[in-house]
T-cell receptor, first 114, second 111 residues
Framework: DSGVTQTPKHLITATGQRVTLRCSPR?????VYWYQQSLDQGLQFLIQ???????AKGNILERFSAQQFPDLHSELNLSSLELGDSALYFC?????????????FGPGTRLTVL | EDKVVQSPLSLVVHEGDTVTLNCSYE??????LLWYKQEKKAPTFLFML????IEKKSGRLSSILDKKELFSILNITATQTGDSAVYLC???????????FGKGTRLHILP
């Protein structure tokens, strides 16, 4: 158990809908990263937040957005969902004040878009 | 375009064998290379390599980075069935904190 929690575990929804994925980092970690893992694309970095502010952006679609709240939990919002958005979405957190950026992954949320 | 390429894509060996997994990269602003093990769920961290030629070791696993040739290898000796997993290589960029993962090597250890 990495100490990172993600909810929900599974999510099934229809095309065109919007969903919110939630992540709670390890206690004391200020950075939160979001990843998308699909069979054909592998693990793709989406976005990083550090202490409430966006820090780095990867291959995140405009239909997706994220934020990190004052209590450091983060939410990833996916809108106008398409079939191709079906994937496993991971959140990871990293310790504050380290230069190694060691990341601890949560168990993931499996999103299925029908 | 920044990329991380892992090989082989898949590997099946017998318990007790030694395996070598490869990761090559072409990125701007390289900072570190990371190895993860992914079993059924979330990836778990194995190694972070920043300096060339320094071997990192943890039990039967070891890894080394060659920054001149732009690759890293992950060795697993005396493999066990519990080593069966997907092994992911990732490169952390220096300038903008981006991280790029390879597609992984699926390792299956036969008893």
């Amino acid at each position: 158990d990495s100490g990172v929690t993600q909810t929900p575990k599974h999510l099934i929804t229809a095309t065109g809908q919007r969903v919110t994925l939630r992540c709670s980092p390890r206690s004391g970690d200020l950075s939160v990263y979001w990843y998308q893992q699909s069979l054909d694309q592998g693990l793709q970095f989406l976005i990083q937040y550090y202490n409430g502010e966006e820090r780095a952006k990867g291959n995140i679609l405009e239909r997706f957005s994220a934020q990190q709240f004052p209590d450091l939990h983060s939410e990833l919002n996916l809108s106008s969902l398409e079939l191709g958005d079906s994937a496993l979405y991971f959140c990871a957190s990293s310790p504050a004040g380290t230069s190694t950026r060691l990341q601890f992954f949560g168990p993931g949320t499996r999103l299925t878009v029908l | 375009e920044d990329k991380v390429v892992q090989s082989p894509l898949s590997l099946v060996v017998h318990e007790g064998d030694t395996v070598t997994l490869n990761c090559s990269y072409e990125v701007t602003n390289f900072r570190s290379l990371l190895w993860y093990k992914q079993e059924k769920k979330a990836p778990t961290f194995l190694f972070m390599l920043t300096s060339s030629g320094i071997e990192k070791k943890s039990g039967r696993l070891s890894s080394i980075l060659d920054k001149k040739e732009l690759f890293s290898i992950l060795n697993i000796t005396a493999t066990q069935t519990g080593d069966s997993a997907v092994y992911l290589c990732a490169v952390l960029m220096n300038r903008d904190d981006k991280i790029i993962f390879g597609k992984g090597t699926r390792l299956h250890i036969l008893p």
